[in-house]
C-alpha cells in the first residue's frame, strides 16, 4: 500500500516566493528522501533525513521530519522558474532499501 | 558519462506482444530496482536485485521477468502485454542494499500498449 502523502497535490506560487510541500507516511522509518521529477525525466535525489534528524538543510531546501506525528515537509525558499517539477517523498523502512513513494506534489513557479 | 541509462526510452506495441528494457548503471553500485509509475505519477517498486540476486520482488504478474547478467545491468522482460502494463517504467541504483538510501533513476522508458 501507498506509503506516503502529499500535500498540497499542485501548488503554483511566484518567482521569488517560498514553496512548501508536506508529506505523510503511515509506518516507522529509517529516513525519508525527498525527490524532484522534471516533466519527461527521471528522479533525482534532493536531500535524506534520517529518524533520529529533526532538520536538515541543502542549499535553498529545507526539511524537516516528525516522527510522531509521521509527517515531513519540504520548503523551498526563494524559488526560481527552475524549480517547476513534481516533487515526491519516499520512504525507506529499511526493508531491503525499498522505497516507497508518496504521490507528489506538482510545483509550479511562475515568472 | 550518464549513471543510469536506460534503452528504449520510448516503447509502443501491440497488445500481446513481448518486449525489453535494458538497464546499466556505470556507477559501480550492488543495488539495481525498476519501478513504475502509473499516468497519475504514482511510482511503486517492482523488483530490487542486489549482486545480481533477486532481493525484492513486489506483487508483479508472472509476465515480468527481471535479468540481471551482471551487477551492472538489469534488464527487464514483459511477455504477452496488457493494455494496463502502459506506464513508464524506471531503472534506478544504490550503492547498497542497506538503509542509507540515496536512489539514483534513469530516465524512464515509456511503454505504450496498443
Known amino acids: 500500500s501507498q506509503q506516503g502523502e502529499e500535500d498540497p497535490q499542485a501548488l503554483s506560487i511566484q518567482e521569488g516566493e517560498n514553496a512548501t510541500m508536506n508529506c505523510s507516511y503511515k509506518?516507522?522509518?529509517?529516513?525519508l528522501q525527498w525527490y524532484r521529477q522534471n516533466s519527461g525525466r527521471g528522479l533525482v535525489h534532493l536531500i535524506l533525513?534520517?529518524?533520529?534528524?529533526r532538520e536538515k538543510h541543502s542549499g535553498r531546501l529545507r526539511v524537516t521530519l516528525d516522527t510522531s506525528k509521521k509527517s515531513s515537509s519540504l520548503l523551498i525558499t526563494a524559488s526560481r522558474a527552475a524549480d517547476t517539477a513534481s516533487y515526491f517523498c519516499a520512504t525507506d523502512t529499511g526493508t531491503a532499501s525499498k522505497l516507497t513513494f508518496g504521490t507528489g506534489t506538482r510545483l509550479q513557479v511562475t515568472l | 558519462d550518464t549513471a543510469v541509462s536506460q534503452t528504449p526510452k520510448y516503447l509502443v506495441t501491440q497488445m500481446g506482444n513481448d518486449k525489453s528494457i535494458k538497464c546499466e548503471q556505470n556507477l559501480g553500485h550492488d543495488t539495481m530496482y525498476w519501478y513504475k509509475q502509473d499516468s497519475k505519477k504514482f511510482l511503486k517498486i517492482m523488483f530490487s536485485y542486489n549482486n545480481k540476486e533477486l532481493i525484492i520482488n513486489e506483487t508483479v504478474p508472472n509476465r515480468f521477468s527481471p535479468k540481471s547478467p551482471d551487477k551492472a545491468h538489469l534488464n527487464l522482460h514483459i511477455n504477452s502485454l496488457e493494455l494496463g502494463d502502459s506506464a513508464v517504467y524506471f531503472c534506478a541504483s544504490s550503492q547498497d542494499s542497506g538503509a542509507s538510501g540515496r536512489k539514483f533513476f534513469g530516465p524512464g522508458t515509456r511503454l505504450t500498449v496498443l
Open positions: 533525513i534520517r529518524s533520529n534528524e
Open positions: 509506518t516507522s522509518i529509517n529516513n
